[in-house]
């Protein structure tokens, strides 16, 4: 199957299964998928996204190889709000390795704190730092701040994860 063209061919559920089915076959596969997902064709990058996500919700460990780079790449400023909100999406369901959680932590809060990013971008990155915390309960004090900050102009979306995350948050604080 040549990825690039069944993405771009149709863009429906069955199409992104049937990707996410060949994709998640073999490492060499997802690793062409990722590639996509990480490139700078806008609607392929969109498309592909969801396919990723499938991907590594039924396989994570396809997933572990490529986190460096996809943390990375959150730290793009012309990144597309499509890709940053697959990319927090696809991480809250990974634990992050220690050695990644610094760029992640940073990246977050960069997102979460901007006043411009999209609410689903900064719920994404709300849980993603939630997780993190939950590991690194010295960072929960910063994470509330933070998301306390924002409660009085949120949206109904954003409050109400913000309520999740910072009951979730006071059974890990010290």
């Known amino acids: 199957m040549n990825l690039r063209n069944a993405i771009l061919q149709e863009h ?36 592909a996204a969801w396919a990723v996500a499938i991907c590594s919700e039924k396989q994570p460990q396809l997933l572990h190889p490529w986190l460096k780079k996809l943390i990375t790449n959150l730290s793009k400023t012309d990144l597309h ?3 940053k909100r697959n990319t927090l999406r696809i ?5 992050v390795p220690r050695t990644l ?19 689903a971008v900064k719920v994404f990155a709300m849980t993603v ?15 509330k701040l933070v998301i306390e900050a ?5 949206s109904a979306g954003f409050l109400s994860r913000a309520r999740k995350v910072l009951r979730e ?4 604080e010290r």
Not at 14 to 42: C, D, H, K, V, W
Not at 101 to 119: D, H, Y
């Open 169 to 172: 948050l006071s059974k890990f």
């Open 81 to 83: 709000a499509a890709v």
């Open 129 to 143: 730092l939630s997780n993190v915390c939950k590991k690194e309960p010295g960072l929960i004090k910063e994470l």
């Open 150 to 154: 924002q409660l009085p102009q949120g």
């Open 101 to 119: 959680q610094g760029m992640t932590v940073t990246n977050c809060f960069i997102l979460l704190r901007s006043a411009t990013e999209p609410i």
């Open 12 to 47: 429906s559920k069955a199409q992104t299964l049937r990707i996410s089915e060949y994709a998640g076959a073999a490492p060499t596969q997802f690793a062409e998928l990722m590639t996509l997902f990480l490139g700078n064709e806008y609607r392929v990058t969109q498309r």
């Open 91 to 95: 991480l809250q369901y990974v634990e």
